[in-house]
């Protein structure tokens, strides 16, 4: 079956993400744009993973084939740049080809509904049902498609770069940064440098820029484990911080001049400090509940709300809608800010952060201390995951018994695939089933990093013995 999880649909190349799989994705899609009576372009854009540009081209020969017109990138780009089509072209829709930060023999659809937004659930709900009901898929030759007009060449690569400009501040001087950049081999470098040369920046160097759908066979995620190998070159090479992003650009991360892994949750809390305190922006702020406290905290400090929403940047997305929130992101390395898109954008994020430590003329170090002390936060928060063979019944499983912690437990809550627990002085763990993967995501944010891992530790324990008691032999 075609599940669309938190990221969209995805699955292994050449196993449950092939052609044939693809394309009734597409005609489903031409049977919902037709019935609405939507008389737009779809937007089909991809990214450097195996066989994307393929895999868009099969799509927009089955829209072309329903009569539905397209506009097919010419080029990989990252998945924001997509998103920002939707928007400034008017669709209706847009398509990535895209398994963002999962590994090289995986690949993705993502889906994007008006205004430039990640669909919500009640839309791929809607398209699980039609793909369903799909009996024919109609298909037009791409050459065909091309003559009759239904299928376009598009490339909103400057108006992209322009957008993202567009919300720098005219009044720092970027030149003085000195920056080391991984690409991991995704498609960030395609605009990342070109925003470099527009902000004046000229000290910088670029690693993995090439094009591998390999990903040099290392998880293309900027997580502390991916970009270790930037800590020691981060010292030796006197640069200002080095930064990474994920294959499709939508993630970011940091190591400080000290060869310091910066976690996701200090960039959004650094971010938005900035925000607030040096470009004068007002504005709640809102996380996803595998987030840190530190956020609310500082909302708090500012006079502001912090809105906590489930996993899927979607739910971020629609919350700073709702509550024209100045800022939203996640503990995964994603953010956006209010008058950009609705989407997470590394190549955005990592502009906002140059411009950040430019305009403040500290060393990255010395303003994640300062945020945290303006915050008074000094947690510890870590991240882990499990894997597991089969995901039936687990998550009633883990509703239906508690880990016997280290902290007295308050109280849990169950939503969706998540499970949240609760302690004394606002300490918590989550544990996540991931929409994307055969892994349950596990956090931890307790007052010191010994009980924060002693809590996975007990999650762990709890998630083996469910293992351990299903694969017992039944006589």
Not at 141 to 168: M, T
Not at 301 to 306: L, P, R, S, V
Not at 414 to 429: D, L, M, P, Q, T
Request: hydrophobic share 40%; with cysteine; glycine share 8%.
């Amino acid at each position: 079956m075609i599940k669309f999880g938190t990221g969209g649909f995805r699955g292994v190349i050449g196993d449950d993400f092939n052609k044939e799989n693809v394309s009734l994705v597409a005609q489903a899609l031409s049977r919902i744009i037709i019935n609405s009576g939507s008389k737009k372009s779809v937007a089909v854009g991809y990214d450097h993973r195996f066989g994307s540009d393929y895999f868009a081209a099969w799509i927009a020969e089955t829209l072309a084939g329903n009569g539905v017109s397209c506009l097919l990138y010419t080029q990989p780009m990252p998945t924001p740049a997509v998103m920002t089509a939707v928007r400034d072209e008017g669709l209706d829709y847009g398509i990535m080809i895209t398994a963002s930060h999962n590994p090289y023999y995986f690949n993705g659809v993502k889906i994007f509904v008006t205004g430039g937004m990640d669909a919500d659930v009640k839309f791929t709900d809607l398209l699980e049902k039609t793909v369903n009901t799909v009996s024919e898929v109609k298909n037009m030759p791409l050459d065909e498609a091309k003559a009759s007009g239904l299928v376009r060449d598009y490339d909103n690569k400057q108006k992209y770069l322009e957008n993202v400009f567009g919300f720098l501040s005219r009044d720092v001087d970027f030149s003085g940064i000195r920056i080391l950049y991984d690409n991991l081999c995704g498609v960030g470098a395609r605009c990342v440098e070109p925003m470099f040369k527009m902000v004046g920046i000229k000290n910088y160097d670029i690693l993995h820029s090439e094009h591998d759908a390999f990903f040099s066979f290392t998880m293309p995620n900027p997580t502390e484990q991916a970009m270790s190998p930037l800590k020691e070159k981060v010292k030796t090479g006197a640069y200002d911080f080095a930064m990474a992003t994920d294959s499709d650009s939508d993630r970011l991360g940091i190591i400080d001049e000290k060869g310091n892994y910066v976690s996701s949750n200090d960039i959004l809390a650094c971010l938005y400090y900035y925000l607030v305190k040096y470009r004068n922006m007002k504005g709640d702020a809102v996380k996803n509940c595998a987030t840190s406290m530190i956020l609310d905290k500082l909302a708090e400090k500012f006079g502001y709300a912090c809105h906590e929403v489930d996993v899927g940047f979607k739910n971020i997305s629609a919350a700073i809608k709702r509550y024209d929130a100045l800022i939203g992101g996640e503990s995964s390395g994603g953010l956006t800010v209010r008058g950009y898109i609705y989407g997470k954008d590394s190549v955005f994020s990592s502009m906002l952060f140059i411009e950040m430590v430019a305009a403040m003329k500290k060393p990255v170090s010395e303003i994640v201390e300062e945020v945290r002390k303006f915050a008074e936060y000094g947690y510890c928060c870590i991240e882990d995951e499990i894997r597991f063979d089969s995901e039936e019944g687990l998550i009633e499983f883990l509703s239906a018994h508690t880990p016997r912690f280290v902290k007295p437990l308050l109280r849990h809550e169950c939503c969706n695939r998540n499970i949240k627990y609760y302690f004394e002085n606002g300490c918590w763990a989550l544990i996540r089933l991931s929409g994307t993967e055969p892994v349950f995501r596990v956090f931890a944010e307790c007052e010191n990093s010994a009980e924060c891992a002693a809590t996975v530790e007990k999650l762990r324990e709890l998630i083996n013995s469910r293992s351990s008691e299903s694969n017992k032999v039944v006589v």
